[in-house]
T-cell receptor, first 115, second 113 residues
Framework: DGGITQSPKYLFRKEGQNVTLSCEQN?????MYWYRQDPGQGLRLIYY???????QKGDIAEGYSVSREKKESFPLTVTSAQKNPTAFYLC??????????????FGEGSRLTVL | GDSVTQMEGPVTLSEEAFLTINCTYT??????LFWYVQYPGEGLQLLLK?????DKGSNKGFEATYRKETTSFHLEKGSVQVSDSAVYFC????????????FGTGTQLKVEL
């Protein structure tokens, strides 16, 4: 089945620790995205990548880092510099080529809780 | 900057009731507009979209019309079912925006028997 796989689904972390969330897609999509979802705030863009070995900051990139070494993978690291990391993280992908359809395909999300 | 404003939820309806979820937007240029749906415990999925003024998007009995004069894209359904219970997100993408969507805060819909 084609789709986006995020892991782990649930993650607990102590303050001061870095954690990495995995996102893999087998849709052959060029573009990938990381969003953060908080209650009452909707989705906010953390980072996005439109091509391998290139990525851009979104609206709330501080305290996060990403890499895009392979087309199918876009891991997100939540660093100890992120002041409020407890949230639901969603990875998405899109075809990324013109014409844009605007359709994002989402994974099922990873819920990070800082203890 | 670009933004999307949705009505606050939760919206609670009885089965077979008429649904409207309001969405208005602010954008420079001419955006494409979308409704995404998130069922409990899942990621988001595209419900419908419209790419230019007066276009109507429709899917699974849901409809929304792109109204440029009122900068709105309200979601409607004539008769909701319990299975429609979910969170609905309105979103916009500017032309040439590289699929970088701006989302509203989401509106939770609860449908009861």
């Amino acid at each position: 089945d084609g789709g986006i796989t995020q892991s782990p689904k649930y993650l607990f972390r102590k303050e001061g620790q870095n954690v990495t969330l995995s996102c893999e897609q087998n849709l052959n999509h060029d573009a990938m995205y990381w969003y953060r979802q908080d209650p009452g705030q909707g989705l906010r863009l953390i980072y996005y990548s439109q091509i391998v070995n290139d990525f851009q900051k979104g609206d709330i990139a501080e305290g996060y880092s990403v890499s895009r070494e392979k087309k199918e993978s876009f891991p997100l690291t939540v660093t100890s510099a992120q002041k409020n990391p407890t949230a639901f993280y969603l990875c998405a992908s899109s075809i990324g080529r013109t014409p844009n359809t605007g359709e994002l395909f989402f994974g099922e999300g990873s819920r990070l809780t800082v203890l | 900057g670009d933004s999307v404003t949705q009505m606050e939820g939760p919206v609670t309806l009885s089965e077979e009731a008429f649904l409207t979820i309001n969405c208005t937007y602010t954008a420079t240029g001419y955006p494409s507009l979308f409704w995404y749906v998130q069922y409990p415990g899942e990621g988001l999925q595209l419900l419908l979209k419209a790419t230019k003024a007066d276009d109507k998007g429709s899917n699974k009995g849901f409809e929304a019309t792109y109204r440029k004069e009122t900068t709105s894209f309200h979601l409607e359904k004539g008769s909701v079912q319990v299975s429609d219970s979910a969170v609905y997100f309105c979103a916009l993408e500017l032309t040439g925006g590289g699929n970088k969507l701006t989302f509203g805060t989401g509106t939770q819909l609860k449908v009861e028997l």
